[in-house]
Nanobody, 125 residues
Framework: QVQLVESGGGLVQAGGSLRLSCTASGGTFSLYAMGWFRQASGKEREFVAAISRNGGFTNYAESVKGRFTVSRDNAKNTVYLQMNILKPEDAAVYYC??????????????????WGQGTQVTVSS
């Protein structure tokens, strides 16, 4: 059983940056593909970014390409989401998720088995 804990959320002005972290425990982190998703109030959970277990593959939602970067440090059991040029529409609860997977990481939330509790990102205009 993998436990995931996100951190790094907060309030930022539009155009600013935040770095989210997600630290895993209870499993062999390097075997898991990791994803970041977000859910705004009243909306469905949506894909943001994902990274394969060795970091060789990444996927991004079109809305964040060029602004967000996903990375991981397997020695620290942690995946990161660097978010730059934040927009008000990026405001949401951000979740990390994990799945045992070789190759390109999935982008559908239904393909992930383990989820963190989420961290709130608020962007003021």
């Amino acid at each position: 059983q993998v436990q995931l804990v996100e951190s790094g959320g907060g309030l930022v002005q539009a155009g600013g940056s935040l770095r989210l972290s997600c630290t895993a425990s209870g499993g062999t982190f390097s075997l898991y593909a990791m994803g970041w998703f977000r859910q705004a109030s009243g909306k469905e959970r949506e894909f943001v970014a994902a990274i394969s277990r060795n970091g060789g593959f990444t996927n991004y939602a079109e809305s964040v390409k060029g602004r967000f970067t996903v990375s991981r440090d397997n020695a620290k059991n942690t995946v990161y989401l660097q978010m730059n040029i934040l927009k008000p529409e990026d405001a949401a609860v951000y979740y990390c998720a994990a799945v045992l997977r070789v190759g390109p990481p999935p982008i559908s939330p239904g393909q992930y088995n383990y989820w963190g509790q989420g961290t709130q990102v608020t962007v003021s205009s």
